[in-house]
């Protein structure tokens, strides 16, 4: 098993963050009276997540180079989203945390079984097309956006206070 390089840089170049879940956000029922008429479904926002827009603009961009689109995948999500929390909760930005676990190792440990992997992280940037900007400009992390051996991907992002922290977790299953 190989993994890919997984470059790191600072501002304004990625970072890794944790993302809310790709999951529609809860919508909450009204209170019905007794002599209430039922209340309507609830409305569920169509908006994207942060999350479905990071995974719209990379694929866009790897359209562009004639790679196949990634698909996001819950357990590549949830090693980004620990890896963002853990990187805001211990302040730190690396793609090796301070005990010393890296990528593969998050990404093994949130259940995924790859083939190959590869993690970009930014910080600082605040919308996705910002942070997308960011890792296009730089040369490791657009490798890893454009290669096209990678099947799916995770989004974290966590806010901080020196600005979101995010993370991309690229992936192909064994």
């Given at each position: 098993?190989?993994?890919?390089?997984?470059?790191?840089?600072?501002?304004?170049?990625?970072?890794?963050?944790?993302?809310?879940?790709a999951?529609?956000?809860?919508?909450?029922?009204?209170?019905?009276?007794?002599?209430s008429?039922p209340?309507?479904?609830?409305?569920?926002?169509?908006?994207?997540?942060?999350?479905?827009?990071?995974?719209?603009?990379?694929?866009?961009?790897?359209?562009?180079?004639g790679?196949?689109?990634?698909?996001?995948?819950?357990?590549?999500?949830?090693?980004a989203?620990?890896?963002?929390?853990?990187?805001?909760?211990?302040?730190?930005?690396?793609?090796?945390?301070?005990?010393?676990?890296?990528?593969?190792?998050?990404?093994?440990?949130?259940?995924?079984?790859?083939?190959?992997?590869?993690?970009?992280?930014?910080?600082?940037?605040?919308?996705?097309?910002?942070?997308?900007?960011?890792?296009?400009?730089?040369?490791?992390h657009?490798?890893?956006?454009?290669?096209?051996?990678f099947?799916?991907?995770?989004?974290?992002?966590?806010?901080?206070?020196?600005?979101?922290?995010?993370t991309?977790?690229?992936?192909?299953?064994?």
């Open positions: 098993s190989s993994a890919s390089p997984s470059p790191s840089a600072t501002s304004p170049s990625p970072s890794r963050s944790r993302s809310a879940t999951a529609p956000e809860k919508a909450t029922q009204r209170p019905r009276t007794p002599s008429a209340a309507p479904a609830p409305k569920i926002s169509s908006a994207p997540s942060v999350a479905d827009e990071v995974i719209a603009l990379v694929n866009d961009e790897r359209s562009k180079a790679c196949a689109a990634v698909s996001g995948n819950s357990l590549l999500a949830k090693a989203s620990r890896h963002s929390a853990d990187m805001v909760a211990r302040d730190y930005f690396s793609h090796t945390s301070p005990d010393g676990t890296d990528p593969g190792a998050r990404i093994t440990a949130a259940g995924y079984r790859w083939s190959t992997y590869g993690e970009n992280i930014a910080k600082g940037q605040q919308t996705a097309a910002s942070v997308m900007d960011a890792w296009m400009n730089s040369e490791g657009r490798a890893n956006i454009l290669n096209c051996s099947e799916e991907i995770g989004i974290g992002r966590e806010d901080s206070s020196g600005g979101p922290v995010w991309q977790n690229f992936g192909a299953a064994l």
